[in-house]
């Protein structure tokens, strides 16, 4: 199991952090990950601090990272902007 680009391991969860260009510009990119982890019922710890995004995607009941996390977290760049 690889991680995927740009994600690291920390304290058992995949996390990465996004700075978008504006703070409506953050909150769009929040709704297109929380889409994808209604569509997956699998979903991410997500902060928002004004235009800072920071993803943990992580399988609680499993204890730390799984494939699914890992599909997630390569998932998630379909809702990184252009």
């Known amino acids: 199991m690889s ?28 709704s ?3 889409e994808l982890g209604e569509r997956e019922n699998h979903h991410p710890d997500i902060d928002i601090r004004y235009k800072r995004v920071l993803l943990r995607w992580t399988t609680h009941s499993a204890g ?3 494939e699914l996390d890992r599909d997630m977290a390569a998932g998630t760049s379909a809702c990184e902007p252009t």
């Open 32 to 34: 297109c990950v929380a």
């Open 3 to 30: 991680t995927p680009e740009g994600w690291r391991e920390e304290d058992g969860a995949l996390v990465r952090e996004y700075e978008l260009e504006s703070f409506p510009a953050a909150i769009a990119f929040v």
């Open 64 to 66: 730390g990272i799984t």
